[in-house]
């Protein structure tokens, strides 16, 4: 799992706005992707680390799971808006990111993984 800084988002996700950008939605990964916006303050962000961990691993080279540090990378978390934390961004491949907020539980993961992602779990 990968922690991201705004040069490193704008390099593996998208650049959609930042610097004189274009502002349009543009991925740029290979893999799905969910984006965990959070702070080492947050106890909810502190019960989604260990799931989202064991799910970067289970999903290896199926999607790729980053973390968003909002108070280190405030201009990053501001361009989405982020009020609440931990806010869970959910890129598919084709189409328009999704954003949830909250401490989701390891099958909720799951099933959102599989209905907005389109990536299903190994059996």
Same mark, same amino acid.
């Given at each position: 799992? &990968?922690? %991201?800084? %705004?040069? #490193?988002?704008?390099?593996?996700?998208?650049?959609?706005?930042?610097?004189?950008?274009?502002?349009?939605?543009? /991925?740029?990964?290979?893999? *799905?992707? @969910?984006?965990?916006?959070?702070?080492?303050?947050?106890? *909810?962000?502190?019960?989604?680390? *260990?799931?989202?961990?064991?799910? #970067?691993? &289970?999903?290896?080279?199926?999607?790729?799971?980053?973390?968003?540090?909002? &108070?280190?990378?405030?201009?990053?978390?501001?361009?989405?808006?982020?009020? #609440?934390?931990? #806010?869970?961004?959910? @890129? *598919?491949?084709?189409?328009?990111?999704?954003?949830?907020?909250?401490?989701?539980?390891?099958?909720?993961?799951?099933?959102? /993984?599989?209905? @907005?992602?389109?990536?299903?779990?190994? @059996?």
């Amino acid at each position: 799992m &990968e922690h %991201l800084t %705004l040069n #490193s988002f704008k390099e593996k996700v998208c650049e959609c706005g930042f610097g004189g950008g274009e502002a349009k939605w543009k /991925f740029k990964g290979e893999l *799905p992707a @969910v984006i965990d916006f959070y702070a080492d303050w947050c106890g *909810p962000c502190k019960m989604v680390a *260990p799931i989202l961990d064991q799910l #970067s691993k &289970e999903y290896e080279g199926r999607l790729d799971i980053y973390k968003v540090n909002t &108070e280190t990378e405030r201009e990053l978390a501001g361009a989405f808006g982020i009020t #609440s934390i931990p #806010s869970i961004l959910f @890129v *598919p491949k084709e189409g328009e990111p999704q954003m949830l907020q909250g401490a989701l539980p390891k099958n909720e993961f799951k099933r959102l /993984f599989r209905d @907005v992602l389109g990536v299903e779990e190994k @059996v």
